[in-house]
């Protein structure tokens, strides 16, 4: 699809948004960077369902549409319009499909600076993951198409992926939603469901998106400005007694997202890979950068209720000057009750979802995560590298065993995914890059290198891989092209413990020196990523690559 079809396309499906926006309501009188407290309008305004990208195809089963990231400006109040990069001029988009249906998007980079679409926890064949070594030059086009498979059901997203200019993507607003429905719904209709994508911003007094600091380079960017579907502090205004679906994806660079509802308890019913087997109540979600997560709560039978939707302090090891925000409760949802009858309590099915255990594992890999300050060495606990523990089980795999810190085995297999690109984009992100600390994130002791190659394996093989966070701060674990189950978990001075139930997950938290096993299988070929989802962290190298055949 070239730049007239595309217009033409706009006309017909209205694509691109017009200067109206549910930012107009985001702003309030917080302080932002480098902005005084402003006149602006206040969070509490209604929620507003996610703009759509429309679907140009009449054939059912089909979606077709383009994508065109681009700078956009879109109104915070009278005088002030905040300038993001957004995707069809959409501040937070849905794309709704169903299992079964053929994808046919067709990316068209208005940007200047090179970019891709990753298409996050979705299993797509390699060629469709929108990785660093597949960017799009700008003002170039690139066409993403695949068919959503039996199984794939759940709240997905996509956002960018190229390497070296991706932080100031994502901190510009880059972020979509990728809901699959399911070819029959399990759950009852009488529940009310809602998306909500969480991200933030931060913006200088002219509404432009601030810069990167040395404290987000080193932590993992946060803004100020946080946001439920493009609003400040909305509110939803239900019936007593309500049973919602809050299906949530946290579109952060950084920010952790402990989740607390007033005088409620949260029903977890699904993860990043669909529904579970059993609803699980919970007091709190933990839900950091990349992960979403499925809620049921039923709402108050009290009427005229008042009930917030918040996140809570959350500790993760902050280095640098600390912000304010950090030890805040920072509401995102605020559930009003009306004054109605009440709705019954919903019954749900006795399963929800199958997650079959994978079988024993013919393949065994380490990977350590750390961090390494100049003149202080690595970050960790003294247990050694895990570049120096050998593999039990991979005998087939020779060429797998783990480098030894700063190895440059990967190399050695001579593949260069797009060495010109990564060129181009660091040339693009040089303003960026002038403000990153010298600080490295690494995997297995060496930081991301365009082409090089960690690990390799064979499709269908079933893999448990130990993760080892050896630093002091938390970081979020993401794997491309397949979802993975945690079956074991081992806090820094703990013994060994089980999981108590199974879950499909891309995406994971790992605390300080804690360490856990997945086991996972690679259905598809290719080189796929493996990396922190902290975007300024994965930025700073600690990403790698696993070789599938």
């Known amino acids: 699809m070239n730049r007239r079809e595309f217009l033409r396309y706009s006309a017909l499906g209205g694509l691109v948004l017009s200067a109206a926006s549910p930012m107009a309501l985001a702003a309030s009188r917080q302080q932002l960077h480098g902005m005084a407290p402003a006149m602006l309008p206040e969070g509490g305004q209604p929620l507003r369902p996610l703009p759509r990208i429309n679907n140009l195809s009449e054939t059912a089963g089909r979606f077709h549409s383009a994508l065109t990231p681009g700078p956009h400006s879109v109104p915070l109040g009278d005088d002030l319009e905040a300038r993001l990069w957004l995707y069809n001029g959409k501040v937070a988009p849905l794309i709704e499909v169903r299992e079964g249906d053929e994808l046919d998007i067709t990316l068209i980079n208005e940007l200047e600076q090179q970019t891709t679409v990753h298409w996050h926890g979705v299993p797509v064949p390699q060629a469709q993951d929108g990785v660093p070594w597949d960017a799009v030059a700008p003002g170039e086009s690139r066409r993403y198409h695949y068919t959503f498979p039996e199984g794939s059901a759940g709240l997905h997203w996509f956002h960018p992926h190229p390497h070296g200019v991706l932080a100031t993507q994502i901190a510009h607003g880059l972020a979509g939603a990728l809901l699959v429905r399911p070819t029959r719904d399990l759950l009852p209709v009488e529940v009310e469901e809602h998306l909500l994508v969480v991200s933030d911003l931060r913006l200088t007094a002219n509404g432009s998106v601030a810069p990167h600091t040395a404290e987000d380079w080193m932590n993992g960017r946060e803004g100020e400005l946080l946001l439920v579907n493009g609003q400040r502090e909305p509110r939803l205004d239900v019936a007593p007694g309500t049973t919602l679906r809050l299906r949530l994806i946290n579109a952060c660079a950084g920010r952790y997202l402990r989740l607390r509802l007033d005088e409620h308890q949260l029903t977890l019913i699904g993860t990043d890979g669909g529904l579970i087997e059993r609803p699980h109540p919970l007091e709190e979600l933990l839900l950091t950068p990349g992960e979403r997560a499925d809620l049921l709560v039923r709402v108050s039978e009290q009427a005229e209720g008042r009930f917030q939707l918040a996140s809570h302090p959350y500790e993760r090891g902050w280095m640098g000057t600390r912000p304010s925000h950090l030890d805040q409760v920072a509401p995102l949802l605020a559930i009003h009750t009306l004054d109605s009858g009440v709705h019954p309590a919903v019954a749900l099915p006795e399963r929800l979802g199958r997650v079959e255990p994978l079988g024993e594992p013919g393949v065994q890999r380490r990977v350590e995560l750390t961090e390494v300050m100049p003149g202080h060495g690595h970050h960790d606990e003294g247990h050694g590298h895990a570049g120096n523990m050998p593999e039990a089980g991979h005998a087939a795999h020779g060429s797998d065993s783990m480098p030894h810190a700063g ?86 001075d703990g013994e060994w413990r089980e999981a108590p139930w199974l879950a499909w997950k891309d995406t994971v938290n790992l605390a300080p020196y804690q360490r856990l096993k997945l086991r996972l299988v690679f259905r598809e070929p290719g080189d796929w990523l493996f990396h922190c989802h902290i975007i300024e962290h994965e930025e700073l190298g600690m990403m790698a690559t696993i070789r599938v055949s």
């Open 407 to 492: 190895g440059g085995h990967g190399a050695a297999h001579g593949v260069d995914h797009g060495a010109a690109q990564a060129g181009q984009g660091a040339r693009h992100g040089m303003s960026e890059t002038a403000g990153r600390p010298a600080v490295d994130f690494l995997i297995n002791g060496r930081a991301f290198g365009m082409g090089e190659v960690l690990f390799e394996g064979q499709a269908g093989e079933v893999e448990e891989w130990e993760v080892f966070n050896n630093s002091h701060m938390d970081h979020p674990f993401h794997v491309h092209g397949t979802h993975f189950q945690v079956i074991a978990t081992r806090a820094a």
